[in-house]
């Protein structure tokens, strides 16, 4: 029973357990979860949705917990925390007749990866027909341009990169309205400063400072590696790309570009980053303990990981292989993987990093202010 | 788990006293097996509901601020006790906390700040990270790196002596007896406290209605078995460390969310609606360890806290919601307490209330005059709806009752000899030290203590 009814009954059993964590207080070190609801009495769907994607999922806090199962609280919050979230990201989707893409998000993710792979082909196979396809590789300088044109790839991934933006700005801002807080707030840099580097560093990840209980209970740094991996292979790639965008417009040089330079210098790092961090937490996740996250999100989790991988693993083929016969095969799975990267981001596990990010901005917003007064106990 | 395996230490319990001297006693070379009545997702005793220990320091040492010298402490716990201690075994414990902090950093436990609303304890207690939950995994963690064995689920029906001297014990598992022989036996099994037939002896047919705040693993049956083979008993069975906690509270295992830290800001009435003690008489983390006591002697063990929307949001915010009224009337209604008796007390105290500054962060100048009991501290008119009730059973944390040690955490017998191979180290021996009272984190400081200490002269012991 996903939407309203669902939230209505995770509030219900996120107030219950707070009321447990509030006058408990043992895992005030772990993160910015325990001290955020500790400055609240109450808690309402707001402060709920705040505090579940503060939540980084590191599972310290479930380890430590003298109430967690088989006690009779069956206390789980980072499992709860988790099915907080996906309600989140289903309330804040715009448009709304999106929502559905959370309910069976992996099949939602699947569905239009292959979707865009199949309009990739049949683009550019209409563009350039089968034959320019398979031949094209021996152009050597504009090889790929010579299947499509750069300003009709370039405005196809400008649209739907900024339609993606658009879709999950206004999510955030209507999580931010939400919130309470000052509209400008979310950029105030005393706050956004501290959060962009808590966010960078993953501070979070870390079970306070010693590695994740993540895939059991043994604190290891290995999960927050492997995210570093994915998250700055994904920037370097979209480094490579402005970079490459910046050669094309700026100074006229055209793709394919050699090996020493830096959009393919960017690239291939950015993409064994790609298939090494979401191997890595694939591999992770295969060894997760049960009790851990929520396995109702097996499939937005996985496929967003598989996702990532295909794109770091086609675009280092394409690398590989673009003076060959295959290269115009590989540029359009490539292009298509991009596309449906884009396309989904604000469908699927992509928008997490969004909603954290605001939420430790409000963190540290709430920080600076005095704490509430309570006497000792 | 092969129980016929030959062991050089045995050690029963697997709490923070257990844990230590397996560690120990493994880290000198002795085969050892650790026997815990608790399944693993159970397993640490009363431990894992503990959050710090009370730490000796005459330097700031990794979380504990300043200095908390060797006499201050033992002069807060020659105050708790009132005298009710070994002075010699004490001051040996307050200083070893002093080694504690490095040895647990080794051994995986972390430390954080102390938590919100406890920064009175900053300086004389370092805090888990976590809790004591997550030191024990800590501690389980290491224990199996160290290649300890671990019975979990295994319960102590026997222990057989030669005189003063273990010759071995009998174990209980999946319903099937085990024989398990072991050069040296170390017992830091912990109370009675989960035993209401035991308590129900200790305390009279009030312990029916009390509520056990830790696990329902602690029945006492090596410390009976210790008693009943010639053990010097220490201690009072009638004396236990009981806090008036939530009734709702479940019978087991609540820990510490079940407090309720309203008292000294409200009255407190029994089930006729009067009240019974100065709920103001001191700061409350000075007061809460009596009024366990002071509600098990009301009728029914039972006591309600009351406040009226003042003081609301002010103190550590319970776990279960309070029963809330617009009139004093429909609270006692709500409570099942008589309403003309309630408002009749509430009126009193509101009309015996003399004016003051109200100020809950020192002994302020509010109290009552000509009331009997009287409110000393904090005494402001119940008068501004609505009002709120929280109803209070005794919640029993730990019992005193024990078996006497000396300081090389030898177990002494009847004849006041020590035991030719027997060791005892946590809750089981703790009432050598603190014969009554309490001071927050000092089980956890007797329990490393004697715990390292037994471990250590267990592994001599086996190999001499």
């Not at chain 1, 290269?327 to 969004?354: E, R």
Request: one cysteine or more.
């Amino acid at each position: 029973m996903p939407g309203p009814e669902r939230l209505e009954a995770l509030v219900a059993e996120a107030q219950r357990v707070l009321a447990i964590c509030n006058a408990c207080r043992y895992c005030e070190g772990y993160c910015a979860v325990f001290p955020a609801l500790e400055r609240r009495l109450a808690f309402g769907e707001g402060e709920v949705h705040y505090l579940a994607s503060l939540c980084h999922n590191c599972g310290a806090c479930l380890y430590a917990c003298q109430y967690a199962p088989p006690h009779e609280f069956q206390v789980n919050f980072p499992r709860l925390m988790a099915e907080v979230r996906v309600e989140t990201y289903r309330k804040y989707t715009w448009p709304g007749f999106l929502r559905g893409a959370f309910t069976r998000n992996g099949l939602a993710m699947a569905g239009a990866t292959g979707g865009c792979l199949a309009a990739a082909f049949a683009f550019l196979d209409a563009y350039a027909g089968a034959e320019r396809l398979e031949r094209a590789w021996s152009d050597a300088e504009g090889a790929f341009y010579a299947i499509v044109p750069h300003g009709v790839m370039a405005a196809i991934f400008a649209v739907a990169f900024i339609a993606a933006l658009v879709a999950l700005g206004i999510g955030v801002a209507r999580f931010w309205r939400d919130s309470g807080e000052r509209a400008d707030d979310l950029f105030a840099p005393h706050a956004a400063g501290p959060a962009a580097a808590d966010a960078l560093t993953l501070r979070y990840l870390d079970g306070g400072g010693i590695g994740c209980t993540y895939p059991d209970a043994r604190p290891s740094p290995l999960r927050r590696r492997f995210h570093h991996l994915a998250f700055y292979g994904f920037l370097l790639c979209f480094a490579a790309t402005c970079v490459a965008t910046l050669y094309h417009y700026g100074f006229g040089w055209k793709a394919p570009y050699p090996l020493a330079s830096l959009p393919v210098i960017l690239g291939t790092l950015g993409g064994v980053g790609l298939l090494v961090g979401p191997l890595g937490l694939l591999w992770l996740r295969e060894r997760r303990d049960p009790d851990l996250g929520d396995p109702a999100q097996d499939g937005m989790d996985l496929m967003f990981l598989w996702m990532l991988l295909l794109t770091g693993a086609t675009g280092l083929a394409l690398l590989a292989f673009r003076e060959t016969r295959s290269m115009g095969s590989l540029l359009a799975v490539h292009l298509g993987m991009v596309l449906a990267l884009f396309v989904t981001m604000p469908y699927g596990k992509f928008v997490h990093g969004l909603y954290r990010g605001a939420a430790l901005v409000r963190f540290h917003l709430e920080r600076r202010r005095p704490p509430p007064d309570i006497a000792a106990e | 788990m092969d129980f016929s395996r030959a062991f050089d230490v045995l050690v029963l319990g697997g709490g923070n006293a257990a844990l230590c001297a397996a560690i120990t006693a493994r880290e000198a070379g002795a085969r050892v097996l650790l026997v815990e009545a608790a399944p693993a997702a159970l397993r640490g005793g009363n431990s894992r509901h503990t959050r710090n220990m009370r730490t000796m320091h005459d330097a700031p040492l990794g979380p504990l601020a300043d200095a908390y010298p060797e006499e201050e402490y033992w002069q807060d716990l020659e105050k708790v006790t009132g005298g009710l201690t070994d002075e010699r075994l004490a001051r040996m414990a307050i200083r070893a906390t002093a080694e504690h902090v490095p040895w647990m950093l080794r051994h995986g436990v972390r430390f954080q700040a102390p938590l919100g609303g406890t920064l009175q304890l900053g300086r004389t207690n370092a805090f888990f990270l976590g809790g004591g939950k997550a030191l024990m995994n800590a501690y389980y963690a290491a224990a199996a790196a160290l290649g300890v064995e671990v019975a979990y689920d295994t319960a102590v029906v026997d222990l057989a002596f030669e005189g003063s001297r273990f010759t071995h014990a009998t174990v209980e598992r999946d319903g099937r007896r085990h024989e398990v022989r072991a050069q040296v036996l170390v017992a830091a099994a912990g109370g009675f406290e989960s035993n209401l037939a035991w308590l129900r002896e200790a305390w009279g047919p009030a312990a029916g209605n009390f509520i056990v705040r830790g696990t329902p693993y602690n029945m006492g049956a090596v410390l009976k078995l210790l008693l009943a083979r010639g053990a010097k008993s220490v201690g009072d069975a009638g004396e236990g460390h009981c806090v008036a906690i939530d009734a709702r509270s479940p019978k087991f295992d609540g820990g510490i969310v079940t407090r309720v830290d309203a008292v000294s800001l409200g009255i407190v009435v029994n089930r006729a609606a009067r009240r019974f003690h100065d709920e103001g008489e001191d700061f409350w983390p000075k007061r809460y360890a009596i009024w366990g006591r002071l509600v098990a002697g009301q009728p029914d063990q039972i006591g309600y806290a009351i406040i009226d929307a003042k003081p609301m949001g002010k103190f550590m915010p319970p776990v279960f919601p309070p029963v809330k009224a617009r009139t004093i009337g429909e609270l006692a209604t709500a409570l099942g307490i008589d309403a003309a008796a309630l408002e009749a007390t509430v009126n009193g105290f509101n009309a015996a209330v003399r004016p003051g500054t109200f100020d809950h962060t020192r002994l302020d100048d509010c109290a009552t005059a000509g009331l009997e009991p009287p409110k000393t501290h904090w005494a402001r008119r119940i008068d501004t709806p609505p009002y709120y009730a929280w109803p209070l059973r005794p919640g029993i944390t730990f019992t005193y009752l024990g078996v006497g040690v000396d300081e090389r955490a030898r177990l002494v017998m009847d004849d006041g000899a020590p035991a030719a191979n027997v060791y005892a180290a946590g809750e089981i021996m703790a009432g050598n030290i603190l014969g009554k009272g309490y001071l927050a984190g000092i089980g956890m400081a007797i329990g490393t203590t004697f715990g390292r200490i037994a471990g250590g002269e267990a592994a001599r012991h086996a190999r001499a």
